[in-house]
């Protein structure tokens, strides 16, 4: 048995076990990862679709995703790579790709407009492995990195991952603990940390989903805007207004279907608060 230190839940890991993610495997006492090099998606994408859209606007990433989630998010748009019944089949359906084949496809797709790999789809963080190699080919190619994650991770995988990657989207889904425990399966102080550390080396853009009736109230959505307001770089300095955040309208799907879309109205007076303490403001899905 061996404990895996990727986020907050630790888990102990019998030998050829898994852990909570899936992904997360325990062999010869060791904890290393089972989706290494597993690839299920792939696709020359917009940058805005990541969404980031202050940095390198107009230009196309070459997005790449595995299986595997360590949240449960009921309304996930990738259930069937992230935690479905189905996601797991992968381990022996995906293409195996090495960092190599990655960093070799992003080059060759540089006369299309690619500026790097994003990695995305599922939760990159459960297979940091990967992540971190492929990266450093991409960074040795001069191209970029992009990590669009959830955030729930150890600040020991981020520091690791601190010299390879230039820009991040990160979810920050909410800003109670109450949302994050129990509809999300998820840790709200963990997000904090993450995002707090990250926006002190790379480009941070923020992700929230609008969800009715969870989070959709102006009262968490000035704490949200207060935060990132607040948030600092490297030296101490405050940089938060100038944070992007991306405001996104929910539709139901996956496990959560008992609700309607979120208003649209409702998405832009929201975005219209964040925009007392944000300078960057972004309506998604509307």
């Known amino acids: 048995m061996a404990k895996c230190d990727v986020c907050f839940r630790h888990c ?7 852990g909570f ?13 089972t989706n290494y090099g597993k690839i299920t998606s792939m696709a020359l994408d917009p940058i805005e679709k990541k969404p980031l859209s202050r940095f390198h606007p107009g230009s196309y990433i070459l997005s790449i995703g595995s299986y595997g989630c360590n949240l449960r998010c009921p309304f996930c748009q990738n259930d069937d790579i992230s935690w479905s019944d189905r996601a797991y089949l992968f381990e022996e359906e995906a293409e195996v790709w090495t960092p ?7 080059a060759y797709y540089k006369g299309e407009g690619n500026i790097g790999v994003a990695f995305t789809y599922n939760e990159p963080l459960i297979g940091y492995e990967f992540l971190r190699d ?5 960074h040795e190619r001069g191209m970029l990195n992009v990590l669009v994650t959830n955030g729930t991770a150890s600040l020991s995988v981020l520091e690791e991952l601190r010299p390879h990657i230039d820009a991040m989207n990160i979810d920050l889904k909410g800003f109670t603990e109450n949302y994050y425990s129990n ?12 995002i707090e550390t990250a926006a002190q080396f790379c480009h941070v853009e923020l992700t929230t989903l609008i969800v009715p009736g969870e989070n ?3 009262e968490e959505m000035r704490a949200i805007s207060e935060y990132i307001s607040q948030l600092k770089d490297k030296n101490g300095n405050v940089i938060g207004h100038d944070i992007p955040l991306h405001i996104s309208r929910f539709f139901p799907r996956f496990k959560m279907t008992d609700r ?22 972004y309506e998604g899905n509307c």
């Open 12 to 18: 102990d890991i019998v030998e050829g076990g898994r």
């Open 134 to 138: 492929t990266a450093r080919l991409v």
């Open 21 to 33: 993610c899936g992904v997360r495997s325990c062999k010869d006492g060791q904890i290393m990862s």
């Open 260 to 281: 309607n879309p979120t208003d649209v109205k409702l998405v832009y007076h929201l975005a219209d608060i964040a925009r007392e303490k944000l300078n960057y403001v």
């Open 100 to 106: 190599e084949d990655v960093a070799r496809a992003a």
């Open 183 to 194: 509809v999300l399966g998820g840790n709200l102080q963990m997000v904090k940390e993450f």
């Open 216 to 218: 959709d109230t102006e």
